[in-house]
């Protein structure tokens, strides 16, 4: 405080409204997105479904902890969307899936899987249900823990393999 001005109004209210010097470091989320995967599987409880794989369409949105490191414009400092597709594929080509709320559960787990990742939607959408509707399906949010990780503030990339 600059003990040689007057004191005035403005100035009390200017010193009180100025936010501290903050030495803590902001931590920053990155949104990774799959938008319409189609895929075709074996999904459902009627006997029909078993019979017959049907098209499923999906979105996947996961947020994760940015490095504090830079990117340096390789895939090795980021969560690749093209690793979410081909483990959602790979899941799916597993074997047969009673329910979407099963497979949306684990398509949820293998983008947790990532320590960076903090918090993803997705939503598994059946195509060919109805004649009179686009799609049914379901949409789930999970968190890691329902909170965010310790540390993942300065969380940094995991090596590809």
């Known amino acids: 405080m600059d003990n040689d001005r007057p004191l005035t109004l403005t100035r009390i209210l200017a010193e009180r409204m100025t936010p501290p010097e903050s030495t803590e470091r902001k931590v920053s989320l990155c949104r990774v997105f799959v938008r319409d995967l189609v895929l075709t599987c074996s999904i459902g409880i009627h006997p029909h479904e078993h019979e017959a794989p049907q098209r499923v369409r999906l979105n996947v949105d996961l947020w994760a902890m940015e490095s504090p490191l830079p990117i340096d414009d390789n895939i090795v400092n980021v969560i690749s969307y093209e690793d979410i597709v081909s483990g959602i594929e790979a899941l799916m080509a597993e074997g047969h899936i009673n329910l979407i709320e ?3 559960e684990k398509i949820a787990a293998l983008c947790l899987m990532d320590r960076r990742a903090v918090k993803v939607q997705v939503r598994v959408e059946k195509l060919d249900v109805f004649s009179n509707a686009a799609s ?10 329902g ?4 540390g993942a503030e300065t969380a940094i990339p995991l090596p590809r393999k």
Do not use: C, D, S
Request: charged share 30%; net charge positive.
């Open 136 to 145: 049914a399906g379901v949409e789930i949010e999970r968190h890691r823990n």
């Open 102 to 104: 099963t497979a949306a």
């Open 147 to 150: 909170k965010t990780p310790p």
